[in-house]
C-alpha cells in the first residue's frame, strides 16, 4: 500500500535484486514483508535480520539518522534496539539508500500479550526515564521535522502572532482573546516536554513472553500483592493515557489536514480538539510519573 504520491514501491524482486548486488552473502534468504510506517517498508531477511527502505527520497533523511544514532543510544538503554548491520546504496530499481538491522522478535504491546502489566509499566518507564536521560552527543535539534518534532511553540511566535493581526485586520470572525489563551497554554506544555528527540510509537513496542525486555535474567522484583495490584493497574492506567493521547492527536490531525484542504470548520471545534490533546498529554505525563514513582518503591 502506498502513503505517498512520489512513493517508489519495493517488492521482493527489488530486495532480492539489492541483496544479490550488496550482499550476495543474504541473497537466498527468505524474504517477507512484515509492513511498514509512513517513512519506511520493511522486508524481513532470513531470521535474523530487517530491511528498512524509505518510500520517498524524504524519507532518507530519518534512515540515515536511524544509522548515525542507534548504534550511540544502544549502550544507554536498559533493553535491546535494533543494530545497523548494512548501509545499502541506491540500485537500478531502486534509487534511495537502505539499511539492514538486527530483527528482533516480539509481538505487540496487548492484553493478549502483556503476561504482567505491572512488569510491562516498570520496564516502559524505565526505558523511556533512559532515553530522556542519555546524554546528547552534541546533536542539535534539525532538519524538516524539527520545526514541530521535540521543541518547544515559542519559536513560532515569529510568524503566529503576526497571522492573528492579519486575521483581526481582514474582520475574521474569531475568538481571538480564547485563541491567545490557549496558544500560552499549549506554549507552556510544550516547553516542559522539550527534547531532541522523537515518539514512541505503541506498535514500536515488541514483547518476548509477556515482557518489554526478553533477554533480562538474573534479577527480580519482589513485590507484595499489594504492590501488585497497584502496579498492574497503572500500567493500564499508562495504556488507557497512551490510547487516549493516540486518539486525541489522530482527531487534531484530520482536522488539520481538512483545513489544509479548505474545509472550513469552527473555530470552537479546533479549539475543543487542541485542547483535548493538551489534556491528555497532561494526563500521560500524571500517569508515567506515577509509574516511576510506583517502580521505585517497589525496588
Not at 121 to 150: K, N, P, Q
Not at 162 to 191: I, W
Request: aromatic share 6%.
Amino acid at each position: 500500500m502506498t502513503l505517498h504520491e512520489n512513493e517508489v514501491s519495493v517488492d521482493e524482486s527489488t530486495v532480492r535484486g539489492l541483496l544479490r548486488a550488496q550482499r550476495p552473502d543474504l541473497a537466498d534468504l527468505t524474504v517477507a514483508h512484515v509492513g511498514g510506517g509512513t517513512d519506511n517498508t520493511m522486508y524481513r531477511i532470513g531470521a535474523d535480520l530487517l530491511a528498512r527502505f524509505p518510500r520517498t527520497r524524504e524519507k532518507v533523511t530519518a534512515l540515515e539518522k536511524e544509522l548515525t544514532w542507534l548504534p550511540r543510544l544502544r549502550s544507554h538503554l536498559p533493553y535491546p534496539i535494533p543494530t545497523p548491520v548494512h548501509a545499502g546504496r541506491p540500485g537500478p530499481d531502486y534509487p534511495f539508500p537502505w539499511a539492514l538491522y538486527t530483527w528482533i522478535d516480539g509481538e505487540e504491546v496487548s492484553d493478549a500479550t502483556v503476561a504482567d502489566w505491572h512488569r510491562y509499566g516498570r520496564e516502559l518507564a524505565e526505558f523511556v526515564s533512559s532515553l530522556h536521560s542519555a546524554d546528547r552527543m552534541g546533536a542539535t535539534r534539525s532538519g524538516d521535522l524539527s520545526w514541530y518534532r521535540g521543541g518547544t511553540l515559542r519559536p513560532h511566535d515569529g510568524w503566529v502572532g503576526p497571522c492573528f493581526a492579519d486575521a483581526r485586520g481582514h474582520g475574521v470572525d474569531l475568538d481571538f482573546e480564547r485563541l491567545d489563551k490557549l496558544l500560552v497554554l499549549t506554549r507552556a506544555v510544550t516547553a516542559r516536554r522539550m527534547s531532541v528527540g522523537a515518539f514512541i510509537a505503541q506498535s514500536a513496542l515488541d514483547l518476548a513472553n509477556g515482557r518489554l525486555d526478553p533477554v533480562r535474567k538474573g534479577h527480580a522484583a519482589v513485590v507484595s500483592h499489594e504492590q501488585a495490584e497497584v502496579l498492574r493497574g497503572l500500567g493500564r492506567d499508562l495504556m488507557d493515557a497512551r490510547r487516549q493521547l493516540a486518539g486525541a492527536a489522530t482527531n487534531l490531525n484530520q482536522l488539520t489536514r481538512a483545513v489544509n484542504a479548505g474545509v472550513v470548520l469552527p473555530v470552537e471545534q479546533i479549539e475543543a480538539a487542541l485542547a483535548h490533546v493538551v489534556e491528555q498529554i497532561g494526563r500521560t505525563d500524571v500517569v508515567t510519573s506515577r509509574v516511576g514513582e510506583a517502580a521505585r518503591l517497589s525496588r
